[in-house]
T-cell receptor, first 114, second 110 residues
């Protein structure tokens, strides 16, 4: 079956532009997670959805970051007025439910802000 | 203080040896603990999870949890060159946030 998919795989943008990253979780997975991984760093937790709800948005680095999930499926992470420090790999993961042990990760979107 | 701390390594072990990876966490209320493996340029994949104090074994992998010491470890027995990767420790904190360590780079030398 299909795994978690993310698009685009690579995105190069200019400082100040807005970008939108997409995540398509495994069918039936109700929990969805966004992470950011900078070079040589661990995964930084950004936000978690259970269904369409995000109980805790405190992990988002700034108010330039927002995320939504519709229909309990696809999620988009939007970064407004991108900065060079936003350059990283953005990873999405999904799991069967809030207390499910295993998160399945997508291939990531590599964002480069020039 | 970071939520999850790991020795970044690199850790090198000869093929067939035991590799020991360690992780400490700061949130005493954490309930779930995970080890992920990440090959270079790839996404993380789950190896083990553990909830209770003690040891949990799965094939060549053993996860060890000591909540009193806030310490989690992963042992890899009979290490193989294919085990060479970065190993990420993750902890499920309050509010269902997940905190990952920066990872330990392991190289298994043939």
């Amino acid at each position: 079956g299909a795994g978690v998919s993310q698009s685009p795989s690579n995105k190069v943008t200019e400082k100040g532009k807005d970008v939108e990253l997409r995540c398509d979780p495994i069918s039936g997975h109700t929990a969805l997670y966004w992470y950011r991984q900078s070079l040589g760093q661990g995964l930084e937790f950004l936000i978690y959805f259970q269904g369409n709800s995000a109980p805790d948005k405190s992990g988002l680095p700034s108010d330039r970051f927002s995320a939504e999930r519709t229909g309990g499926s696809v999620s988009t992470l939007t970064i407004q007025r991108t900065q060079q420090e936003d350059s990283a790999v953005y990873l999405c993961a999904s799991s069967l439910g809030r207390f499910s042990a295993e998160q399945f990760f997508g291939p990531g979107t590599r964002l480069t802000v020039l | 203080q970071k939520e999850v701390e790991q020795n970044s390594g690199p850790l090198s072990v000869p093929e067939g040896a035991i590799a020991s990876l360690n992780c400490t966490y700061s949130d005493r209320g954490s309930q779930s603990f995970f080890w992920y493996r990440q090959y270079s340029g790839k996404s993380p994949e789950l190896i083990m999870f553990i909830y209770s104090n003690g040891d949990k074994e799965d094939g060549r992998f053993t996860a060890q949890l000591n909540k009193a010491s806030q310490y989690v470890s992963l042992l890899i027995r009979d290490s193989q060159p294919s085990d060479s990767a970065t190993y990420l420790c993750a902890v499920n904190g309050a509010g269902n946030q997940f905190y990952f360590g920066t990872g330990t780079s392991l190289t298994v030398i043939p």
